[in-house]
């Protein structure tokens, strides 16, 4: 695939991080360009780089000797699958829950992000770190985690690199869910323009143009991708618009300057959820036609790139972003109005962080190991504004779900909202706090590389610090929380061979008050920080006849485990977690030419769980939203002119969505929509399928094109999931789906190369293979040859 690079996700010129290049082979007449620093395709490399990049370059090789688990996805092969989200391209990531549709009434469309690993709470992503660029992007990362608005499109992103364990000392809190890191389309060298457009049959089109090239010293890269349409449900019509701005600039060869600066505002149309009876007479259908989020999100970072020698490295980033939301959700019954109301909440954020960094290496004199010392801090600081109203409701026809204001007179709760001096004087405005959190972390680490860096050692310990402060305007009190929190983390890692690594390591998570917790919780209710210790134990394997794969397998003991609702939160004492994870891709083409371009995977995670010490009726039962199986399997070929067929299935079992592990919907009379919002979920499975050609073209071969076409649930399943967030109830899973792919790319200074050979093709490809597969979380295939 040629894609990564320029084209939003699709089409490049310059190789994608995993790919192949291929036109600009060296000849005698054209000496050979210089190397894509983003390229993964140069063959293994043992030397390790001094960096203080906290996860290196996100490379196939960086998750090859990282000591637990993790996987990297290329977005840029996905697109193919006609993935619509980052959540969606996850799903078949072992040890990853990516749960489509369902866990939160905002999260129901395809423009959120609801993930989680190993146990914790997929949703909204509230207990992973998620970042850009190694830059966290959570509308608070400290305050308020939750991804209510995902600002960043998924045509921005390259590829996503997930840390399952073995995160906690570089990271901070925030990482019992995981680590996430959203590296975006890189800087190309050569000037580039590229286009791509996706749409499926029921409206849900996403467009992306890009321009990307190195001018003198100056790289930059610009990038707009609106989407918009509607999803296969009724009420579901959004638009989103989504920018890029990239800038690079060498001050000397020691120094670099480097900036980010994405800018996303949405608009969505919110079905809801549904009770049994109306899913049962139509699925697709909502019955909440007032229910709506909107947001904008403006971001930047600025880092500064110091190396005044070879094994030394200082960098320094600055970032801030503004971000500000809001859901407007129906609600069918309210505990204390005993009437339908219609609910605003507004919510504002800032925050400006600085992050330093700096590493080295120590060599031994006269023996053969060395030692990379890393030492970082973080100052971060957050501003937040908390509202929430309701408007009293008139029933107009509950099952069409037609309503009108009670008393119209005094027009929408958000305009009062809006101007009140003192909130407390409206009986409609239930909370209005104002947040700050201050806080601040130290973390060195070691790693020793030992048998000429087939055994290494690793040790870390991050200290965490924070401030949180928070003022109810309503009930006109002040809290203040103050928390020390450290994560120590150590892990071994052997290769006996080149293509095996094996692995053990020990790791703390840790999860922090957020300003929902300070504002549900009591006064003298204290807050004991979330925390998991995590023990993996696993191996890895590399270009061994073929086979790329990973097996881990993993405990978790977790501390005060905290489900927060809006209003309220539980907290579970002790959680017990455990499972193993497994994902392997054989592809024979690396052995017999004869069907090179051919790959198999399959991939297993088992997963069991168990509430040690919880809320009375909770203890004994699993954790919600983690099905104890599930599998996934994919067989893809490319064939050497560029056509690509591909069909991959995946299943889960049973799953509960509650922490109380409700079978029926009857067992829980107090919910939301009749009881439809908590419950099993059934088992279920998808097959998909897709087809697809990409050809350079024109003079030079200048010109890229590309086009799929493919279908999602070719069986047209109906599965669902469930949600007792404030428009909760049954939400149906996709039906039936057909979608398109259309690209074009262009570059305008291409280097003239002369065509391999045939046999020099598959040389070339089975030698990049090993770097573009050292590990992976997704069906992935080398690129055609044009």
């Not at 699709?10 to 000496?31: H, N, R, S, Y």
């Not at 996430?180 to 143009?209: C, M, R, W, Y």
């Not at 859901?327 to 339908?340: F, G, H, N, Q, W």
């Not at 109810?472 to 892990?491: G, K, L, M, T, Y």
Request: glycine share 10%; net charge negative; aromatic share 10%.
């Amino acid at each position: 695939m040629l894609a990564a690079v320029c084209l939003p996700g699709i089409l490049a010129l310059a190789p994608a991080p995993g790919d192949i290049p291929l036109e600009e082979v060296p000849t005698e007449e054209t000496p050979p360009p210089p190397a894509d620093e983003d390229d993964d395709s140069g063959g293994y490399e043992r030397d390790v780089t001094v960096t203080t990049d906290l996860l290196g370059a996100g490379k196939k090789v960086d998750a090859f000797r990282h000591a637990g688990g993790r996987s990297i996805v290329d977005l840029g092969d996905t697109k193919d699958q006609g993935y619509t989200g980052v959540g969606e391209a996850l799903q078949r990531t072992p040890g990853v829950r990516a749960v489509e549709g369902g866990s939160s009434g905002i999260g129901s469309v395809s423009t959120k992000l609801n993930v989680g690993v190993r146990g914790a709470n997929p949703n909204l992503s509230s207990t992973a770190t998620v970042m850009l660029d190694e830059v966290p992007i959570q509308p608070a990362p400290y305050g308020q985690p939750e991804l209510s608005l995902f600002p960043v499109s998924i045509f921005s992103i390259a590829r996503v690199d997930v840390v399952r364990g073995g995160g906690s000392v570089r990271f901070g809190p925030r990482t019992i869910g995981g680590v996430i890191n959203l590296i975006s389309q890189p800087i190309p060298k050569e000037p580039t323009l590229s286009t791509f457009f996706q749409v499926d049959h029921f409206g849900d089109a996403g467009l992306a143009t890009s321009y990307g090239g190195t001018h003198r010293k100056l790289g930059m890269y610009f990038e707009y991708a609106p989407r918009f349409g509607k999803s296969f449900r009724q009420h579901s019509e959004f638009q989103a618009h989504g920018g890029l701005v990239k800038l690079s600039y060498p001050i000397t060869r020691k120094l670099e300057l480097l900036s980010t600066t994405h800018l996303f505002g949405e608009h969505s149309n919110l079905p809801g959820g549904l009770t049994v009876p109306q899913y049962e007479a139509d699925r697709l259908q909502s019955v909440r036609e007032h229910d709506y989020f909107t947001g904008f999100r403006a971001g930047t970072s600025l880092r500064a790139r110091w190396r005044p020698k070879e094994d030394h490295e200082l960098q320094t980033i600055g970032f801030y972003h503004h971000t500000r939301r809001m859901s407007v959700m129906r609600s069918d019954e309210d505990k204390d109005l005993a009437i339908p109301t219609r609910n605003y909440v507004p919510r504002r954020y800032d925050v400006l962080g600085l992050e330093p960094r700096y590493a080295l290496r120590v060599r031994a004199k006269e023996r053969p190991l060395f030692t990379d010392l890393t030492f970082g801090a973080r100052v971060i600081y957050e501003i937040a504004v908390d509202q929430r109203c309701y408007d009293r409701l008139t029933t107009i026809n509950r099952d069409e779900g037609r309503f009108e204001l009670a008393n119209p007179e005094l027009g929408d709760c958000i305009d009062a909202l809006r101007v009140a001096e003192d909130p407390a004087d409206d009986t409609r405005i239930t909370v209005d706090n104002d947040g700050r959190y201050a806080g601040y972390s130290l973390f060195v680490d070691d790693t020793l590389y030992l048998l000429d860096g087939d055994l290494v050692l690793y040790g870390g310990v991050r200290l965490e610090i924070g401030n949180l402060g928070v003022r109810r305007n309503v009930d006109r009190d002040f809290e203040q929380r103050v928390f020390i929190a450290p994560a120590p983390a150590a892990s071994i890692r052997y290769s006996p061979l080149d293509e095996l690594s094996l692995f053990l390591g020990y790791g703390r998570s840790f999860g922090i008050p957020s300003f929902k917790i300070a504002h549900a919780s009591a006064r003298d209710m204290p807050y004991q920080t979330e925390r998991a210790d995590q023990l993996e134990l696993g191996f890895k394997s590399y270009e061994l006849l073929g086979l790329y794969g990973e097996t881990t397998g993993y405990f978790r003991y977790i501390r005060n485990m905290y489900d927060a609702g809006e209003l309220t939160f539980d907290r579970l004492g002790v959680v017990y977690v455990g499972g193993v994870e497994n994902d392997l891709t054989w592809a024979p083409g690396d052995i017999w030419e004869a069907v090179e371009g051919l790959e198999f995977n399959v991939g297993h995670a088992w997963t069991r769980s168990q509430i040690v010490r919880g809320p009375a009726g909770i203890t004994g039962n699993v954790l919600a939203w983690y099905p104890e199986h599930e599998v996934w399997a994919s067989i893809d070929h490319l064939f050497e002119w560029g056509l690509k067929l591909g069909t991959d299935v995946y299943w889960y079992s049973p799953q509960y969505t509650d922490y109380a592990n409700t079978l029926r919907p009857q067992d829980y009379p107090d919910a939301i929509a009749n009881g439809a919002s908590v419950g099993l979920i059934p088992a279920y499975g998808r097959w998909d399928a897709h087809v697809g050609v990409r050809r350079a073209v024109g003079p030079r071969l200048a010109t890229r094109l590309e086009f799929t076409l493919g279908v999602k649930n070719i069986l047209n399943t109906e599965y669902f999931s469930r949600s007792d967030d404030t428009n909760g109830g049954i939400f149906a899973g996709r039906p039936r789906t057909f979608y398109v792919n259309l690209g074009i790319s262009h570059s305008f200074a291409r280097r003239r190369g002369k065509r391999p050979s045939a046999r020099e093709r598959f040389e070339e490809r089975a030698a990049a293979r090993a770097n573009a597969r050292l590990h992976r979380g997704i069906s992935q295939l080398p690129s055609a040859v044009f």
